[in-house]
């Protein structure tokens, strides 16, 4: 048996963090976040909700939920006929549509093979080929070259929170949630910030290419296809 408020605010404190931040994360109004680190349950609308913002919370802090519903599971019993609320909703930032541009680039392979073609015929009516002539290959190969990075995340077990921006700590949210186990995503680009609450739930790969990262809790890390750079704060 253990302190289910303490241990919340400790978590807290220790991180940093305050209640505005987690409420914007969780979607749980501070007064509640406050009401469960005082263990005033009768400030929550419902059984139900009580063990939802739980898990919700301690989940955010890298903590096991669970093992906080159990804990006050055991000191109160009662009905669960109540639904859960649902989990914060992951805010997603709609993926842009590529097509046009693999529509262009098709355009222009094609082009190119159609002027590769015009250019060795030339050169074999008009005296033989020049080694200056770029082959087909060569122009599918360097189209291949220019195909666009991705960064793919996938959720290991226990799944982690996880928020992503494309450049810099202030540039464009494209990821903030909870990643569960199994679940994949993908962002195309290939400069992004991650905060990651449980680096062990996450695995992290950019450009084809796994991405190492340390094993402290609430990490910051820049990632280029080039290196993985921890950032402070």
């Given at each position: 048996?253990?302190?289910?408020?303490?241990?919340l605010r400790m978590t807290r404190e220790r991180q940093g963090l305050g209640y505005p931040q987690i409420e914007l994360a969780t979607k749980i109004r501070s007064k509640?976040?406050?009401?469960l680190e005082e263990e005033d349950f009768t400030a929550i609308p419902g059984d139900a909700y009580i063990r939802g913002f739980l898990r919700t919370y301690a989940d955010y802090l890298g903590l096991d939920g669970e093992v906080y519903v159990d804990e006050y599971a055991s000191r109160n019993i009662s009905s669960w006929h109540d639904e859960l609320p649902p989990r914060p909703a992951r805010r997603r930032v709609p993926r842009r549509d590529h097509r046009p541009l693999e529509r262009r680039a098709v355009l222009l392979v094609l082009a190119g093979i159609v002027g590769v073609t015009v250019l060795v015929f030339?050169?074999?009516?008009?005296?033989?080929?020049?080694?200056?002539v770029p082959t087909v290959g060569?122009?599918?190969?360097?189209?291949?070259?220019a195909?666009?990075?991705q960064?793919?995340?996938?959720?290991?077990s226990g799944g982690t929170y996880v928020e992503v921006r494309r450049n810099a700590p202030a540039g464009e949210i494209v990821?903030?949630?909870?990643?569960?186990t199994g679940e994949i995503d993908r962002f195309a680009g290939s400069r992004f910030y991650?905060?990651?609450?449980?680096?062990?739930?996450?695995?992290?790969?950019?450009?084809?290419?796994?991405?190492?990262?340390?094993?402290?809790r609430n990490l910051r890390v820049l990632v280029t296809p080039s290196r993985t750079t921890r950032l402070r704060g």
């Amino acid at each position: 048996m253990f302190e289910i408020g303490n241990s919340l605010r400790m978590t807290r404190e220790r991180q940093g963090l305050g209640y505005p931040q987690i409420e914007l994360a969780t979607k749980i109004r501070s007064k509640y976040i406050r009401a469960l680190e005082e263990e005033d349950f009768t400030a929550i609308p419902g059984d139900a909700y009580i063990r939802g913002f739980l898990r919700t919370y301690a989940d955010y802090l890298g903590l096991d939920g669970e093992v906080y519903v159990d804990e006050y599971a055991s000191r109160n019993i009662s009905s669960w006929h109540d639904e859960l609320p649902p989990r914060p909703a992951r805010r997603r930032v709609p993926r842009r549509d590529h097509r046009p541009l693999e529509r262009r680039a098709v355009l222009l392979v094609l082009a190119g093979i159609v002027g590769v073609t015009v250019l060795v015929f030339a050169a074999w009516r008009f005296g033989g080929s020049s080694s200056n002539v770029p082959t087909v290959g060569t122009q599918q190969k360097q189209h291949h070259a220019a195909a666009p990075k991705q960064l793919v995340l996938r959720g290991m077990s226990g799944g982690t929170y996880v928020e992503v921006r494309r450049n810099a700590p202030a540039g464009e949210i494209v990821l903030q949630g909870t990643v569960g186990t199994g679940e994949i995503d993908r962002f195309a680009g290939s400069r992004f910030y991650i905060l990651v609450r449980r680096p062990a739930g996450l695995r992290v790969s950019l450009d084809g290419r796994a991405v190492a990262l340390p094993g402290a809790r609430n990490l910051r890390v820049l990632v280029t296809p080039s290196r993985t750079t921890r950032l402070r704060g």
